[in-house]
């Protein structure tokens, strides 16, 4: 399985302000994904990360909201940008290896906006 | 509707008790179906996948899969109230699309 890392583990801001969430796997991974889990609620898919090209994004998610890089395969980042309160809630990153044909979460990132 | 579907519960079993949990899902073309355990506050965890019609066993762990009635099921034999959690169920599609249920909330009860 792939170890992965994210950075902050938590964080509390303030509205009008952005926070950039940072995803590091122990291995190539071939896909990279975002999700939104709210309290009491499922995972909601964000985007893609691309590895080279512009993130894929669900609907009702956008670039200038969310913006995402993934400069390398083992690396992604996501900004949660001009937040508010509704922004409040946990941010995973997952990844997907062909190998094992698997999805494997990081530990999250708690955001609390105030 | 939804392309995977989970009675949200909550599903309460007594301890030892076989806790079962259930999974449809609507696309045909699904290759890969996985169950996550997450506990509150933590990320899902990776339980089981299985990809082939039948069952498949990992400890007290069993995942069954019926691509015919498209259902996913898995079964908690011996419950214990550290399995107390929400399972998810997830299925993957062409194109490397995964979709989540929304849960299901077990409690094992002492």
């Known amino acids: 399985s792939a170890v992965i890392s994210q950075k902050p583990s938590r964080d509390i801001c303030q509205r009008g302000t952005s926070l950039t969430i940072q995803c590091q796997v122990d291995?190539?991974?071939?896909?990279m994904f975002w999700y939104r889990q709210q309290p009491g609620q499922s995972l909601t898919l964000i985007a893609t990360?691309?590895?080279?090209?512009?993130?894929?994004?669900e609907s009702g998610f956008v670039i200038d909201k969310f913006p995402i890089s993934r400069p390398n395969l083992t690396f992604s980042t996501l900004t949660v940008s001009n937040m508010s309160p509704e922004d409040s809630s946990i941010y995973l990153c997952?990844?997907?290896?062909?190998?094992?044909?698997?999805?494997?979460f990081g530990p999250g990132t708690r955001l609390t906006v105030l | 509707q939804k392309e995977v579907e989970q009675n949200s519960g909550p599903l309460s079993v007594p301890e030892g008790a076989i806790a079962s949990l259930n999974c449809t899902y609507s696309?045909?073309?699904?290759?890969?179906f996985f169950w996550y355990r997450q506990y509150s506050g933590k990320s899902p965890e990776l339980i089981m996948f299985?990809?082939?019609?039948g069952d498949k066993e990992d400890g007290r762990f069993t995942a069954q899969l019926n691509k015919a009635s498209q259902y996913v099921s898995l079964l908690i034999r011996d419950s214990q109230p550290s399995d107390s959690a929400t399972y998810l169920c997830?299925?993957?599609?062409?194109?490397?699309?995964?979709?989540f249920g929304t849960g299901t909330s077990l409690t094992v009860i002492p």
């Open positions: 997952s990844v997907w290896t062909g190998a094992t044909d698997t999805q494997y």
């Open positions: 291995s190539q991974v071939t896909m």
């Open positions: 990360a691309n590895q080279g090209s512009e993130a894929t994004y």
């Open positions: 696309d045909r073309g699904s290759q890969s």
């Open positions: 299985i990809y082939s019609n």
């Open positions: 997830a299925v993957k599609v062409t194109g490397n699309q995964f979709y």
